[in-house]
Every structure is written in structure tokens, then in C-alpha cells.
């Protein structure tokens, strides 16, 4: 099971902290208030999610072609997190995929159906419907 873990001291805005991959792909990259929310360096959380919502869709993307008897030739994806302030909080407001693909002898009615269904299925999107759960503890 993929797992993700962050640090973090001090307050909201002027604290700083790091984001984390048991795999050590990311390891300890930090990020701060700034850096999500005013441009500064680092990482960002909503970047990371962006970055993992369009692997998994090319992945998706490819299996659907492969479902129709065909292969990718190239799969280009962005995602883009409409990170905005409501009410005073962050909120994500919307998640925009951008794709650009080639399959040799696809159809744009085939292609149509297979981004969508990416879009529909892709494990990520589909976090992002899904309930969360929370174990908490208070420690000294």
C-alpha cells in the first residue's frame, strides 16, 4: 500500500514542513505556506495530487485503449487544481485534465469514450469521491 507522510512546525502561515514517499521518491521535500499559496519555493500538496491524478490517468487512458485492441503511441497529460480561498480556506474547487494523445487507428468517437472513462475511473479521480477516514491521537 502506497504510503505518503508529511511533517510540520509551527504556525499555518510561518511554519515550514516536509512531504514524503515510504519509496523515497520524494524525500522530505519541504514545503511552507509560501510555497503553496504565495509561488515561493518548494512543493505544494495540491502539485503532488496533480502530478499523481495525471500519471494514473495515462495509465487509465493506456488500459483503455488496450481494452479496444489498441496501444498508446504517446499519452501527454496535465492537471491542473483549482486551489482557491472560500470562506478564508483553501478549497479545491475543480481539477481541469488536459490530455493530449496518440493511438494509431483509433477513432475520435473511440478516443472520446476511452478519456472519459479514464477520467471516470482512474483511481485518483476517484479518491477524490471517495469518503476519508482519520485515526487521531494527541501526543505530548
Known amino acids: 500500500m502506497p504510503v ?4 510540520w512546525k509551527g504556525t499555518w502561515k ?13 524525500p522530505a521535500i519541504p514545503y511552507s505556506y509560501a510555497s503553496r499559496f504565495e509561488d515561493a519555493a518548494g512543493a505544494s500538496p495540491e502539485e503532488l495530487l496533480a502530478a499523481a491524478h495525471a500519471g494514473c490517468f495515462n495509465q487509465a487512458l493506456a488500459n483503455n485503449f488496450g481494452m479496444i485492441g489498441l496501444e498508446a503511441k504517446s499519452i501527454e497529460t496535465s492537471i491542473n487544481v483549482d486551489l482557491q480561498f472560500v470562506e478564508g480556506r483553501p478549497t479545491i474547487a ?3 485534465i488536459t490530455t493530449r494523445a496518440s493511438a494509431p487507428g483509433i ?3 473511440q478516443f472520446d469514450g476511452c478519456a472519459e472513462r ?3 475511473n482512474c483511481s485518483i479521480s476517484k479518491a477524490l469521491k471517495s469518503e476519508i477516514t482519520l485515526k487521531a491521537q494527541l501526543i505530548d
Do not use: D, N, P, Y
Not at 505518503?4 to 511533517?7: A, K, P, R, V
Not at 510561518?14 to 520524494?26: A, D, F, R, V
Open 107 to 109: 477513432t475520435k468517437e
Open 94 to 96: 475543480g481539477v481541469h
Open 4 to 7: 505518503g507522510s508529511s511533517t
Open 118 to 120: 479514464a477520467r471516470a
Open 14 to 26: 510561518q511554519g515550514k514542513g516536509t512531504i514524503s514517499t515510504e519509496s523515497g521518491t520524494l
